[in-house]
């Protein structure tokens, strides 16, 4: 509730306002009946037509003027409600790309898709409520019940007795709505992480004639969200036949009691029919509240789902300089590993293990192993995406952790195994909001041996890519891709098996156009083949997250025989 209410916060000026025209839109609403009560006791029994028509336009102007406030105030309650939730989608998405890699890990992307959307989307209809219905039903509640109150006691008590029951219910109802449809959001989760699964990976799906079962997995997630929204709903809905049955055994109450205190002469006729206008309004607020509470249930699960995001602690502190310079001899190095391990989990076994090498400026790095090795996870250290558990990283001399991120990551051009083109032009694509001007565009492209195929389209730089590249080869995104990161002429290049789906003699020619357009870069090259690191200045060989071996290609052909066993298939495969 503490998010709802910080968001806002900043908007109190303009919910006043909504609350100021809603609060006078009810008490206009609450004056119609009585008006009515009037006409028919006292206006019509006099037989003058002016006057019932005066009157009968006295409501008519109120109803019209209730009409107004109340789209007034529910307006600015949907702006209102809409501009904070943008605000809080902003910080949270904001929030989410702050987050390290192994915060990112524990909240998974399908629930951080699913606070984004459906959680946020509780909180705004919830903040729309509060402000319209929220204020509404109690001054109708309250108001109704002293105006019944004025017009005869004896009715009114039988509102004092209803209400006070189905607020006890209400009440009780939501207090176990809240844990009910935080349940119904983890399920949601689990939907979006199946949806998502089958949705990227439909081509192994199909090609493995695996539908049925991911039909099948996607069927036990659904029917579990099902159950549990189910249950959250029929929770929530025990009220509203309750009221209903409410409403309709004192409607009958005030029509017996009201016709004999008639009878009896104690009241007016008019006050019956004003009596039953108030009473079906009274318990419309009731049940108007009982949709708050309900809403609030919803919203504040979300808000506490959101609220956990927003209120995560930063696990990487920027640390200071001072004391955290690299301890050992290689001071004109521009990047040490100094015998760092590592685990995701921070448990068990470690992924990498006692990894030490330098690398001067300039200078580049092939690492090479099988699958699982920990050659990615190599990468993620070295930008910070994690942090290691013993050893350290330094880059100028400096401990990673004593650079703040942007600036850290400015020093990096870098290509993933499984990088995103995303839906927009080439240009766009390459220049990725850095503002490059075309000649950095047009040379990068060209290192990466993508400009003749750019240049030879219709639209040329213009071309726009669909979502992930979806009509783009294999070796054209990769080359996109790269072109990405060589645009910039970043201080540290980093390939990171970015070169899978290219030929051997397109693989040749890009790596010369690295070499001869971009040897002031620090290189490090994640690769499976040979071929493509054989003429780096230094190849590290990983084997179960440990070093294996690491030197020249000639040396690692003479002293490490797995080394030597790839280069072997390697080139056996070739010829």
């Known amino acids: ?253 005030v029509v017996l009691v009201g016709a004999r205190r008639v009878n009896s002469g104690a009241i007016q006729p008019g006050v019956i029919l004003a009596f039953l206008t108030y009473f079906n309004l009274i318990l419309q607020s009731v049940m108007s509240l009982n949709r708050v509470f309900m809403m609030a249930s919803k919203a504040i699960a979300s808000a506490n789902r959101i609220d956990l995001i927003m209120q995560t602690k930063d696990d990487q502190p920027v640390l200071p300089v001072e004391g955290h310079e690299y301890p050992g001899d290689a001071q004109d190095a521009h990047i040490v590993f100094d015998h760092v391990s590592f685990s995701y989990h921070k448990t068990g076994e470690q992924c990498l293990s006692d990894i030490d090498f330098s690398l001067k400026a300039g200078e580049s790095l092939g690492i090479i192993g099988a699958t699982g090795s920990g050659k990615t996870s190599i990468v993620n250290l070295l930008m910070r995406f994690y942090d290691c558990d013993q050893g350290g990283i330094y880059i100028h001399g400096r401990d990673v952790r004593t650079y703040e991120k942007d600036e850290l990551r400015a020093m990096f051009g870098v290509v993933f195994q499984n990088d995103t083109i995303f839906n927009d032009t080439l240009f766009e694509n390459i220049s990725f909001g850095r503002h490059l001007n075309e000649f950095q565009v047009r040379r990068a492209a060209q290192a990466a041996n993508i400009s003749d195929f750019i240049d030879g389209l219709e639209e040329a730089y213009q071309y726009k890519a669909d979502i992930k590249g979806a009509n783009l080869s294999g070796g054209q995104k990769q080359r996109t891709l790269i072109a990405r990161v060589l645009a910039d002429h970043p201080q540290i290049l980093i390939l990171d098996d970015s070169s899978s789906a290219l030929d051997y003699k397109t693989d040749a020619a890009l790596r010369k156009a690295i070499r001869a357009d971009y040897s002031s870069s620090t290189t490090i090259m994640v690769a499976q083949r040979v071929s493509s690191i054989r003429n780096l200045d230094h190849i590290l060989v990983l084997e179960n997250g440990r070093m294996i071996g690491y030197g020249t290609h000639e040396e690692l052909l003479k002293n490490c025989p797995v080394y030597l066993d790839i280069y072997r298939s390697q080139m056996g495969e070739i010829a």
Not at 2 to 30: D, Q, W
Not at 136 to 164: E, F, K, N, Q, Y
Request: glycine share 6%; aromatic share 8%.
């Open 1 to 253: 509730m503490n998010l709802i209410i910080r968001y806002m916060k900043p908007y109190a000026a303009r919910m006043a306002a909504s609350m100021t025209f809603k609060f006078c839109g009810t008490i206009t609403e609450l004056l119609i009946p009585y008006i009515l009560e009037y006409m028919i006791d006292q206006v019509v029994p006099l037989g003058d037509v002016t006057r019932v028509l005066l009157w009968g336009a006295l409501m008519i102007a109120v109803a019209f003027i209730t009409r107004f406030l109340n789209v007034k105030a529910n307006r600015n309650a949907v702006a209102v409600a809409s501009e904070s939730i943008g605000v809080l989608r902003h910080d949270m998405f904001q929030k989410t790309l702050s987050l390290s890699g192994s915060q990112f890990d524990a909240f998974g992307l399908p629930t951080l898709t699913s606070r984004m959307t459906s959680d946020s989307y509780n909180v705004q209809d919830f903040m729309v409520d509060v402000q319209a219905i929220g204020i509404r039903a109690p001054i109708m509640l309250i108001g109704g019940i002293v105006v019944t109150m004025i017009m005869d006691p004896v009715l009114s008590g039988i509102l004092c007795v209803l209400v006070p029951i189905l607020a006890v219910v209400i009440f009780l109802v939501t207090r176990h709505g809240i844990p009910l449809y935080d349940r119904v959001q983890t399920s949601l989760d689990k939907v979006i992480r199946v949806m998502r699964e089958n949705i990227t990976g439909i081509r192994v799906v199909k090609a493995l004639s695996k539908e049925q079962y991911e039909i099948n997995r996607f069927r036990e997630a659904n029917k579990k969200l099902t159950d549990d929204d189910i249950r959250a709903s029929i929770t929530m809905a025990t009220p509203g036949p309750l009221m209903q049955l409410t409403l309709n055994i004192g409607l009958t109450l």
